[in-house]
């Protein structure tokens, strides 16, 4: 099992900025994927973007060059740098983690960002 905390949502203006983390704890040592999805209100929870253990990234097309996703493996976290945020961008942000030998999903409670003047 693995257990994910989120922080660091809140109330932004647009075009403001906010940083979001995640801990991992339990079994951290079978994740391999870790990511952010979102999930806006009347809509289905979409990805963000993910990293791999290595370092790879990938995000959704609506956040690239303005979101930044990073890791510290040593210390169990996975960071989400959001810049020049949108109306657009509020949400419930979630955590994410893939582990184990089947590939099994693992998710924060999440955490709301507001973007709204």
């Known amino acids: 099992q693995v257990q994910l905390v989120e922080s660091g949502g809140g109330l932004v203006q647009p075009g403001g900025s906010l940083r979001l983390s995640c801990i991992s704890s339990?079994?951290?040592?079978?994740?391999?994927?870790m990511g952010w999805y979102r999930q806006a209100p009347g809509k289905q929870r979409e990805l963000v973007a993910t990293?791999?253990?290595?370092?790879?990234?990938k995000y959704a097309d609506s956040m690239k060059g303005r979101f930044t996703i990073s890791r510290d493996n040593a210390k169990n976290w996975v960071y989400l740098q959001m810049n020049s945020l949108k109306p657009e961008d509020t949400a419930v942000y979630y955590c994410?983690?893939?582990?184990?030998?089947?590939?099994?999903?693992?998710w924060g409670q999440g955490t709301q960002v507001t973007v709204s003047s």
């Open positions: 994410n983690a893939v582990a184990g030998r089947d590939g099994v999903d693992f």
């Open positions: 339990g079994n951290i040592f079978s994740i391999y994927n």
């Open positions: 990293i791999t253990r290595g370092g790879s990234t």
